[in-house]
């Protein structure tokens, strides 16, 4: 039965999806061929097909995922819960909770950590679990700080047999090959390793779910945790964590829907088996040089596929709560880790026809491309939508015939109403859901702020995603086309924690872009007066992109003009999680005095030297 519902589910997306696109492109392709087609008029046919696919893709996932989560809704209220502290796995299975770092601020990623092992330890099950802290650092003030950071956790815990450092001589494979060593050095002394970045905080409940999960399937090679949002005090990161508790949380739903057993890997908050991950992980070296060529950077698709190449599942995990991770502060670092991202996504194009990959596999690598890719197809689509415009005046009065007698009673087209209404739907429908969900959910409406604060936070945040959406686009389309071209990203941390940004470095990181990309508004404007209301949006956006991006990076505050505290409002930061709520407590007490400073004749400075390196006996 699980199987036939599983193939049943996909085969209807398949068909809802193949409808929408074919629907949307028949609409659009009889706005345009009245008269005739001409070369230029297919292939913008063709992009908006391509688009809809794009987009069309996305807004079933969240039906699939809204319709999953309401059954959970509605099952969880008829269930009495259960007890935390029953017999478990972790009385016989040994679990490494393993956290990578690379030029991280120590302190920060080891709160995080801090928060997770106070939870296990509450819940009385920390004797089955090892941390490891696994460093890739290279920059002497970085690796210092790591040591007197992990050596002050150490002491704060009571951990020092527990709780390890460990630093690579040579850094090769980046975070895939930190993993790799550890398997190899390690490995066969666990039966499960925990995957933790470092902006991941996992409550213990969370963490002895997962185990149970894992022991009950004995081929299951991986469960995925979905990572919500958190933490964040800019408005752009309290946007942005909204935003995915409204929509991320319909995607992750309707993927787990739609892809179980055969599911797919985030590169932390998973709970992977070691032996599985031993076996099938062992990542290739594309051939050629970088940035398409070379070590694969976005290692967790890649590993995901070995897995089921293998054999293994792998499944998605979105019914409770318990699995936190911290976004980017502010756009320019958004779009920093973007960059970053979009180079290692375009490398899996050259992985989509390997040979033993599932399906599924085969998919994620193609919606991971077209995740980047379809910018710079929304660019070109709008470009030679302005060719076509702007074609001869024959052409016009043509067009302006088939028009007149495609009017229907009320004076319009009567195809232009359906096709802007099913792209609206495609694209604001997952915004709907999530509304929708929030709304029903009684508890999920409160934390919210209500019904009318939850409507309102989502006018607002698809106003604020508008504005910012044509600079994204334009900055994507040039992450394509410079890796394409050849130009290698620095693979390099994350600032997680940064100052509100200036006006001046806004102006110079994005003013150039914004002035090309509102040069180019005009001009389509001016060459093609009859889009002059398509490009007014584009070009309004290009002149505020610059202060929106300034404001929205400032920290949120309670008092103060422009700011709304009860907007935005997410569960996790109005009913904070036990582990949240420590999390938050230490970094307090740490603003309020310095926590981890060491002195340099500490005695137990001189135990780093022995202590670093060292595992677990076997």
Request: aromatic share 8%.
């Amino acid at each position: 039965m699980p199987m036939e519902r599983r193939n049943f589910s996909s085969i209807l997306f398949g068909l809802l999806l193949v409808l929408s696109t074919g629907t949307a492109a028949v609409t659009f392709h009889s706005v345009l061929a009245t008269w005739g087609m001409t070369a230029a008029e297919w292939l913008l046919l063709g992009l908006y097909t391509i688009l809809v696919v794009w987009i069309g893709s996305s807004f079933w996932i969240c039906v699939f995922g809204a319709i999953r989560l309401l059954g959970d809704n509605r099952r969880q209220r008829g269930e009495k819960p259960m007890p935390l502290l029953h017999p478990g796995p972790w009385q016989h299975a040994r679990t490494a909770v393993v956290m990578p770092l690379y030029h991280e601020e120590a302190e920060r990623a080891l709160d995080g950590l801090r928060a997770t092992y106070e939870s296990l330890e509450e819940l009385g099950a920390i004797e089955a679990f090892h941390f490891f802290v696994l460093s890739d650092s290279r920059d002497p003030a970085k690796c210092r700080n790591e040591e007197r950071a992990w050596l002050r956790l150490c002491r704060d815990l009571g951990a020092g047999g527990r709780l390890f450092l460990r630093r690579r001589k040579c850094n090769t494979g980046k975070k895939a090959g930190n993993i790799q060593e550890f398997c190899e050095r390690w490995g066969r002394c666990y039966d499960y390793m925990i995957i933790l970045d470092a902006d991941s905080i996992m409550a213990g409940e969370t963490i002895l779910d997962m185990m149970r999960r894992m022991e009950a399937e004995e081929r299951l090679g991986l469960l995925q945790a979905w990572p919500t949002p958190v933490n964040g005090r800019s408005l752009f990161a309290r946007v942005q964590q909204f935003a995915a508790n409204v929509q991320g949380r319909l995607i992750a739903a309707g993927l787990s829907v739609l892809m179980e057993p055969c599911g797919t890997y985030w590169g932390h908050n998973a709970i992977i088996r070691v032996e599985a991950f031993m076996q099938s992980c062992g990542l290739p070296r594309l051939s050629g040089r970088p940035p398409l060529g070379g070590e694969i950077l976005s290692h967790d698709f890649v590993e995901a596929a070995l897995l089921l190449r293998r054999g293994w599942r792998i499944r998605i995990m979105v019914d409770g709560e318990g699995s936190y991770e911290e976004g980017p502060p502010n756009l320019i670092e958004h779009m920093n880790r973007d960059r970053r991202w979009c180079q290692g996504n375009l490398q899996h194009a050259r992985l989509i026809l390997t040979e033993g990959f599932k399906f599924p596999s085969r998919m994620n690598f193609v919606m991971g491309v077209l995740s980047y890719a379809a910018s710079p197809l929304w660019l070109a689509f709008m470009m030679l939508a302005v060719v076509v415009a702007a074609q001869p005046l024959p052409f016009h009065l043509e067009a302006l015939r088939a028009w007149l007698m495609s009017m229907n009673d009320h004076g319009v087209p009567s195809h232009i109403p359906w096709l802007i209404g099913l792209t609206v739907t495609l694209l604001l429908g997952p915004k709907a859901l999530g509304l929708l969900l929030g709304v029903v959910d009684a508890e999920r409406r409160r934390a919210s702020g209500g019904a009318a604060a939850l409507c309102a936070s989502i006018v607002l945040e698809v106003a604020v995603t508008a504005l910012i959406a044509p600079l994204m686009m334009l900055m994507h389309a040039e992450f394509v086309a410079t890796t394409l071209a050849g130009y290698t990203t620095k693979w390099d941390a994350q600032q997680r924690d940064t100052d509100a940004i200036k006006l001046r470095d806004a102006a110079r990181l994005l003013g150039p872009r914004c002035a090309v990309g509102a040069t180019l508004a005009a001009m389509a404007a001016w060459w093609a007066p009859a889009l002059i209301f398509w490009m007014l949006p584009l070009l309004v956006s290009f002149v505020v992109a610059i202060p929106l991006v300034v404001l929205s990076s400032r920290e949120h505050k309670e008092r103060g003009p422009a700011r709304l505290p009860w907007l935005f409002r997410t569960p996790p930061e109005t009913m904070p999680s036990p582990v949240l709520s420590r999390l938050r407590s230490v970094r307090a007490l740490r603003g309020r005095r310095r926590l981890f400073h060491v002195r340099q004749d500490d005695p137990l400075e001189a135990e780093v030297s022995l202590l670093l390196g060292r595992g677990p006996a076997s």
